[in-house]
């Protein structure tokens, strides 16, 4: 397989993007993602595309990202892998590029949250996700499957809501300085301590918002990369994991299995390990999930991941900064985008160009863990300096 | 006519006037199984179901077949869904034939479900008197709204319920206990009755018939509705084993009413599939050992297709990990209780809510049972399952 790096990548501001719909949102994505290539590219040098998108909206959604970017003469493939799909949609396009069928490829990811009612958004959503008979009438929200994984964390390793609020604490800080985030402010730990509850452990302040919002790169054979970039950022490994998609049926809901055989196998192909990475965009949809990522990635040990909060090592500075961009908790998560602004995110950081730059970074990895925590991918990334 | 053994069962919720009421998640489905379920192994004598209830939950629905396959019996048993109050629970029991289990629930605030087993057993009901009268002071209309009542109570109790106890009562030398009417009324309505109960609809003459069994006291149970009045006397020979189910109570909220109107999307095709399991809480069992719950096609441990059949799992269980969620979900009572728990004696873990205290009382390691609730209404239709119901903790 020949190496595939990213030559352009780009997203429009998160948010409740009322005055958009999904084609908006996509052909402004794509037109930021076009310009952001260093030597120019042009929409027919393309020659295929991936859309993750988790929800439709507005129909077909291949039909839909060709249409709306004028992409109608060549292969575009829809990639639905719940809040994974989107470092998932860089895996499926990683392997053509790679594998030499396609030189240019496009992955471009949208979710368009905030165009139903709250209260039919709330099952639509929730109906994708879980089994009609057994699951879905218990009602167990998305917080509530995460927050079955974190309550039995805290219980087994004496972590504390204290330790989440310093996550939400760390990415809002970031995200405050980040013009693309949803939620641009900070926050104290009193104020994600005081909010009110939505699943125990997890207050308001610990929850990520319900973001429109669509971002992309594109990625191109080595031997074609010149073409576009002197600055290239190279797709080292990719990963995707799974686990049962019952919560009953897992063997150990203190950690997730799904993230540990994603990160395995995207080490693995990168042939570098943990210790390597210098900076990473984690899915923190709830901020006790990034605490317990931390262990899954294998930035510390078992039962430490409080102990990297409280030593603020994940913060900009720290020993393995994560989230420089906010993260899902600040810069918001329409499901499919949040991937790939994630690698938006390290495409910067890697090329020395982010808001929150974390010095000298040259490995970066991105991380989605979704569904009812059944599916995680895993992206890691090189810098054009090594 | 005889009866082997008695279970009552009362809802773990009071409301504003300290009157048991039910939880969110219980109906008369569920409640004619908290009850039932408590004659344990004697159910297997059981080839016939009467549940006598005012206020059955639908006039068409799933009743008889959550009911049958809560009380892990065969679900072509013969289920007969009488609509009556308190006469109409005894009319049931002197028609019953031996083998018969009847149920008698009552939904509405005072809250109550009772079982009896109609076998030879050693209390014996006899000397059946019936005296009917039109005296249509209350009605309930079918639609679920509330009741309609004539505003006289005076005219209900003396040409109603005393005129026709009076009719029924006869000399004897069993005290007379009073079934159908509010406790203050039911001491006085017979001159010398015994003190009546909260209960006044179909659990009502069960309730005292199992008080009597418990005091060893033989009685002439009068049982009234309206101008309708039915007395047995109630005769013990020997002990006969009274089973109770009845928890510490609980404040009940105002409403238990969602937060937002939402509709539960639902399957009835992906329901019925799941029912036996579900409703039976039984685990499919592989012919290698192996135990899934839910069951599925194909085993986790072999591989083997098609090689499960149902085995019902214990009912103890232990907290594994547990949420409560507070945001106000559409279409759902909030706060809930959710649970992964571990089944005894297995390797079998189920995902449930938390019944019968409020949310966030049992925390991870707490023990309890798993019972039948009706875990959501999805488009009009009741979807049962079973909830962990945390042991209670004695001080």
């Known amino acids: 397989m020949r190496d595939v790096a990213i030559v352009g990548a780009g997203m429009i501001p998160f948010g409740e993007l009322f005055d958009q719909g999904i084609k908006d949102m996509v052909s402004r994505a794509f037109g930021a993602t076009l310009g952001s290539v260093d030597k120019g590219m042009r929409a027919d040098e393309i020659e295929a595309a991936w859309f993750s998108e988790v929800q439709s909206v507005d129909g077909f959604p291949a039909g839909l990202l060709a249409d709306a970017c004028g992409l109608t003469d060549i292969p575009v493939t829809r990639v639905e892998n719940a809040c994974a799909t989107g470092n998932d949609a860089i895996r499926n396009a990683l392997y053509a590029v790679g594998g030499g069928y396609v030189d240019v490829a496009l992955v471009l990811g949208a979710d368009k949250v905030r165009d139903t009612a709250s209260s039919a958004t709330f099952w639509d959503w929730m109906s994708t996700n879980r089994d009609s008979a057994w699951d879905l009438p218990l009602g167990l929200i998305s917080p509530a499957s995460f927050a079955l994984h974190v309550a039995r964390y805290m219980h087994e390793f004496g972590a504390t809501r204290e330790h989440l609020a310093r996550v939400a604490v760390k990415n809002h800080r970031n995200g405050a300085r980040n013009p693309y985030a949803h939620l641009r402010f900070e926050v104290t730990m009193e104020q994600v301590l005081a909010a009110p509850m939505v699943v125990e452990p997890f207050g308001l302040l610990d929850c990520v918002p319900q973001s429109d919002g669509a971002a992309a790169v594109i990625i191109a054979g080595k031997d074609v990369v010149d073409r576009y970039t002197d600055r290239p950022v190279w797709v080292r490994g990719v990963g995707t994991g799974m686990d049962r998609v019952m919560h009953a049926h897992k063997a150990d809901l203190s950690y997730f299995a799904a993230t540990r055989k994603a990160a395995q196998r995207a080490f693995g192909m990168a042939g570098v390990g943990p210790g390597d990475i210098d900076v990473a965009e984690v899915h923190d949809c709830f901020s006790g999930v990034e605490m317990m990522t931390y262990e899954d990635l294998g930035f510390c040990d078992r039962g430490e991941a409080p ?78 300096r090594g | ?196 109960i909260p209960e006044n609809e179909a659990a009502a003459p069960l309730l005292l018939i199992a008080r009597a069994a418990t005091d060893g006291q033989d009685v002439r149970l009068v049982a009234v509705e309206n101008g309708h009045a039915v007395a047995v006397d109630v005769t013990l020979a020997g002990s006969v084993p009274v089973l109770t189910a009845e928890r510490a109570t609980h404040p ?69 990990s547990a949420v409560t969620v507070r945001a106000p979900v559409p279409g759902k009572t909030v706060p809930y209780a959710l649970a992964v728990v571990d089944v005894d004696g297995t390797d079998v873990r189920a995902l449930v809510h938390i019944t019968d205290d409020p949310p966030g009382r049992a925390p991870i390691g707490a023990r309890g049972r798993l019972v039948l609730r009706r875990i959501a209404v999805r488009a009009g239709v009741p979807d049962y399952g079973y909830a962990f119901q945390p042991e209670e903790q004695h001080a």
């Open chain 2, 1 to 196: 006519m005889e009866i082997s053994a008695l279970a009552t069962y009362r809802p773990s919720w009071v409301d504003a006037s300290g009157r048991r009421t039910l939880g969110p998640d219980e109906d008369v489905a569920t409640l004619a199984v908290s009850a039932g379920r408590l004659l344990g192994d004697r159910l297997a004598d059981v080839d016939r179901v009467v549940l006598v209830t005012r206020r059955p939950d639908a006039l068409l629905g799933t009743t008889p077949e959550v009911v049958l396959e809560g009380l892990g019996l065969d679900a072509a048993t013969p289920f007969v869904e009488q609509v009556g109050g308190a006469p109409a629970t005894v009319e049931t029991l002197l028609a019953a034939n031996p083998g018969t289990l009847v149920l008698a629930v009552d939904p509405l605030a005072p809250a109550a479900s009772a079982a009896a087993l109609v076998q030879a057993g050693s209390l014996v009901l006899d000397r059946p008197a019936t005296a009917r009268h039109s005296v249509p002071v209350r009605t309930v209309p079918l639609t679920g709204a509330g009741d309609r009542v004539y505003d006289d109570p005076r005219l209900l109790r003396e040409q109603g319920w005393k005129r026709a106890a009076a009719e029924v009562v006869k000399e004897g030398m069993h005290p007379v206990t009073v079934a159908g009417v509010p406790a203050k009324v039911a001491g006085s309505l017979v001159r010398g009755a015994l003190p009546g």
């Open chain 1, 307 to 384: 102990r990297l909060l409280e030593k603020e090592e994940t913060s900009i500075g720290g020993r393995i900064p994560v989230n420089p961009s906010g993260g899902l908790k600040s810069k918001g998560h329409p499901p499919g985008a949040t991937g790939l602004a994630q690698c938006t995110e390290l495409f910067e950081q890697l090329r020395g160009e982010a808001v929150n730059q974390v010095d000298g970074a040259r490995w970066a990895l991105a991380h989605n863990v979704g569904g009812p925590t059944a599916v995680s991918a895993v992206t890691i990334l090189e810098g054009p």
């Open chain 2, 252 to 320: 009940a909220p105002a409403t238990w009413e969602p937060a937002s109107a939402a509709e539960i999307p639902a399957s009835p095709a992906a329901y019925g599939r799941a029912f036996e399991a579900k409703v039976g809480f039984k685990a499919g069992v592989c012919s290698c050992g192996e135990r899934h719950y839910p069951p599925r096609a194909q085993c986790v441990a072999c591989g083997a297709l098609d090689a499960q059949h149902l085995v019902p799992l214990p009912r103890s269980a232990s907290v594994y």
